[in-house]
């Protein structure tokens, strides 16, 4: 209720009253008309009220700032679904190597061919003996 969530954040009713008419907070309302916050209202308060108190943002900033929020939150989501269904197609795409048959024999290496020896040299002088 109004002046529980008022009394808790030491703010005036009025300023909820504020925040709910220029769109920032929208609690529900109970079937006698009275403002019901949820869990999510208050988290949303809290963002409002460090930026108003902490940083001195204005109102139309924390507008600003909180659908921004939003779109970022939007755009995390879809970067997340968009990663699990790449994982998926990839799981189905990608198998891992068949291993190769096995035999009772073993692969060996070719001989490496040796070097030729270096030439004599010819018709050189001869040293003596």
Known sequence: MISAVA??????P?????YEREGLLKPSRSDGNT???TEEDLE???VI???TRELGVNLAGVEIILNMRE???AM???????????NV??????RPPEPEPRTGLMRVARPVATPLAPAKPRGGRKSPG
């Open 89 to 94: 197609e990839l799981a189905k795409n990608l």
């Open 35 to 37: 403002r019901l916050y």
């Open 7 to 12: 009394e808790k954040y030491a703010i005036h």
């Open 14 to 18: 009025q300023t909820l009253r504020l």
């Open 76 to 86: 995390q989501a879809q970067i997340e679904q968009f990663i699990a269904q790449l």
């Open 71 to 73: 779109k970022m939150a």
């Open 44 to 46: 949303r308060l809290e």
């Open 49 to 51: 009220l460090e930026l």
